[in-house]
């Protein structure tokens, strides 16, 4: 069923290159990811705990014979034509300058490139906390390491996916999002220590549990100059207590600079450090198939997102505490930055129905919006069809 998604994404997208190009494209495909836990730790170079999905971005590209590049955002009906050597940010851009900005990363870490044209589509809906932005920033800069055989590690195209969202996007996001959607793999989730970049890929047997993602369909404005705000606080109080970044600390010691530090940064860095051990507990909890415990686990992030954190917003606390009420469910929280996107929770299986009716239902009722299931598929991460 979902491969035969996947392949109708794919064949759509080949065909409109060749339809429009008369020749014969390369195609790479770039998922998106869950996480399961650990949020706002990775630019505190703490521990994450993510995973590709099996949906994405299906990517067509080819060498062009015109002097500028040609873009095709088919989900959008939105073309963009720019020359390589005239870059710049688009202000009224979305998807665009995710484009821009890994064009603009390769010329300036020395990579020359020809004219090329593309065209792109996803099943992977935008603003939703499933990194689409991601999915975009890898699919892209995989395909042109392809095309123009550029040589790059996949640790080196995601810091160039990452530099490209700070500097043309202007969000000063972790590595989470394109490390989970380049180096996924199917049926395993990836607890990666950000400061290290080491990673213990963990098989997600949940037994007779699933990972539902529900999509709240909010993103609220502000989401990222909030998001950036969380940074500059954390980055603040490692600066006070004299560490290069937040998870070189430990909690007690965090403790005893408490008076020192303004009330608000407090909270934000003690939440980071729960965060982190959270991680290694719902690894712990995996392995020791406790699955109550992880979903405990689960809800005590999302208590830390949104009362230390302050990241959520009323949807999404809706959604969490409606799922409590539901039998069967074991623990839900918001996933990714914040401020909407969705929730992620772990259900029985046998209670997956009544989730999704009852949650429809309830906010349906509450907001007059739609909600979207997607119980989670692990896949692999991003790679050439
Ligand atoms: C966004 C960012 C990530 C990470 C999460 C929160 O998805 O892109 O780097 O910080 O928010 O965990």
């Given at each position: ?52 999905i099996d949906l994405g971005i299906a ?327």
């Amino acid at each position: 069923m979902v491969v035969n998604e996947q392949k109708t994404l794919e064949d759509t997208v080949a065909g409109h290159y060749r339809q429009t190009y008369s020749s014969e494209p390369l195609m790479v495909f770039s998922p998106g990811r869950i996480n399961l836990i650990g949020e706002h730790t990775d630019y505190n170079m703490g521990l994450v705990f993510p995973a590709a999905i099996d949906l994405g971005i299906a990517m067509a590209i080819g060498l062009s014979n015109t002097p500028y590049c040609e873009i095709t955002a088919l989900d959008e009906s939105e073309v963009l034509q720019f020359h390589c050597d005239h870059l710049q940010i688009s202000p009224q851009g979305e998807w665009q300058n995710y484009v821009l900005g890994v064009v603009a990363q390769l010329r300036k870490t020395g990579h020359k490139l020809q004219a090329f044209q593309m065209c792109f589509g996803g099943n992977l809906p935008q603003g939703s906390g499933m990194s689409s932005s991601a999915a975009l920033e890898n699919a892209l800069v995989f395909s042109l390491n392809e095309l123009f055989d550029l040589q790059l590690s996949r640790e080196e195209m995601i810091y160039i996916a990452q530099a490209a969202e700070h500097e043309y996007v202007g969000v000063q996001c972790g590595i989470m999002d394109q490390y989970a959607s380049m180096f996924g793999v199917a049926q395993h989730a990836l607890l990666l220590h950000c400061k290290t970049m080491e990673v213990e890929t963990v098989k997600m047997d949940l037994q007779e549990h699933v990972l539902v993602v529900v999509n709240s369909h909010v993103k609220h404005s502000l989401a990222e100059s909030s998001y950036n705000d969380r940074r500059a606080a954390c980055e603040r109080v490692a600066a006070h207590i004299g560490v290069a970044f937040l998870s070189d600390t430990s909690l007690d010691y965090l403790q005893a600079y408490k008076a020192q530090l303004d009330s608000e940064d407090y909270q934000k860095a003690r939440f980071v450090l729960e965060e982190n051990q959270r991680v290694l507990a719902a690894r712990s909890a995996i392995e020791a198939k406790d699955w109550p415990l992880l979903g405990t686990l689960l809800y005590a992030s999302h208590q830390g997102l949104k009362v230390l954190y302050e990241v959520s917003c009323e949807e999404i606390d809706f959604l969490v505490d409606t799922a409590k009420t539901i039998d069967g469910v074991l623990g839900s929280r918001m996933m990714g930055g914040g401020f909407g996107g969705s929730t992620i929770s772990l259900v029985h299986r046998d209670a997956v129905a009544t989730f999704s009716n009852r949650l429809k239902h309830a906010y349906q009722n509450r907001f007059n919006l739609d909600c979207t299931m997607y119980p989670v598929k692990i896949g692999d991460g991003t790679r050439k069809l």
